[in-house]
């Protein structure tokens, strides 16, 4: 019987800090702060996959407490995350994500990121929606604080 899950990550600009989103390093002034890389498209996706197994959640299963996660990438933590639902009996069919920032463009970027999420999930390429959004100086992301995703997956 199909699944789906939500996912959703935030994170806040951190200074000196290289910028990953969708495994997929941007030029950026700053990137996001974090225990992790603070991909949060990554993050967003391992937890939409998680809740559609009712696995829990990242902070569950890669908590800021645990050095032996300090650091760790997002496609790292999103392959690890679909090894934990193999072990469930369940496997990555498809993904939509939506990016919500108002910089830097995640369109130049949008193809690169389907490719890593596809290798890191498992499936092709044409199973990955990655789309973006501005929200033109409205809200968390929208004032300068940070970056968000929403992820959601069958």
């Not at 990550?9 to 910028?19: C, E, F, I, K, Q």
Request: with cysteine; proline share 6%.
């Amino acid at each position: 019987m199909p699944r789906v899950g939500l996912g959703f990550d935030v994170h806040a600009w951190g200074d000196d800090r290289p910028l990953w989103l969708g495994g997929v390093h941007i030029e950026h002034d700053r990137g996001l702060a974090g225990h992790s890389d603070g991909d949060v498209v990554c993050h967003a996706v391992a937890d939409a996959l998680l809740g559609a197994e009712a696995l829990g959640d990242v902070g569950e299963h890669f908590p800021d407490t645990d050095r032996s996660v300090a650091g760790i990438t997002g496609v790292t933590l999103l392959a690890r995350t679909v090894a934990l639902l193999a072990q469930a009996g369940a496997a990555p069919v498809s993904v939509d994500i939506t990016v919500v920032c108002d910089h830097p463009p995640i369109a130049p970027h949008r193809p690169a990121m389907r490719r890593q999420l596809a290798a890191a999930l498992g499936v092709s390429v044409e199973r990955v929606s990655v789309k973006a959004t501005r929200p033109e100086g409205i809200g968390l992301s929208g004032d300068g604080v940070g970056c968000l995703a929403v992820a959601v997956v069958t």
